[in-house]
Nanobody
Framework: QVRLVESGGGWAQAGDSLRLACAAS????????MAWFRQAPGKDREFVAA???????SYGDSVRGRFTISRDYAKNTAYLQMNSLKPEDTADYYC????????????WGQGTQVTVSS
């Protein structure tokens, strides 16, 4: 069973940076895609970023150029570096993982809250 635990959320002012971490346990995620999603109050869940086993990356339109996803295989951990934060980045951020050849994310963390003030 894969367990994902997010950390690093909190309060920030517009223009600041935060780094989120997603620590995985239960098995090695070397063959898994790791991703970040977010959900703001009253809004649908939104794709933020994903990093693939090839180390290629994809980003949602609203964060491209500001956020960077990375992973440390030795630590079984994924990161989301968030720069130039905006109030509209305020949301609960969730880490997710799936095998690289599948379409859905079966493993999710509990989420970490990010609040950005103007």
């Amino acid at each position: 069973q894969v367990r994902l635990v997010e950390s690093g959320g909190g309060w920030a002012q517009a223009g600041d940076s935060l780094r989120l971490a997603c620590a995985a346990s239960g098995r090695s995620l070397d063959t898994y895609v790791m991703a970040w999603f977010r959900q703001a109050p009253g809004k649908d869940r939104e794709f933020v970023a994903a990093i693939y086993t090839s180390s290629s990356r994809s980003y949602g339109d609203s964060v491209r150029g500001r956020f960077t996803i990375s992973r440390d295989y030795a630590k079984n951990t994924a990161y989301l570096q968030m720069n130039s934060l905006k109030p509209e980045d305020t949301a609960d951020y969730y880490c997710a993982a799936k095998l690289h050849h599948t379409n859905t994310y079966p493993y999710w963390g509990q989420g970490t809250q990010v609040t950005v003030s103007s």
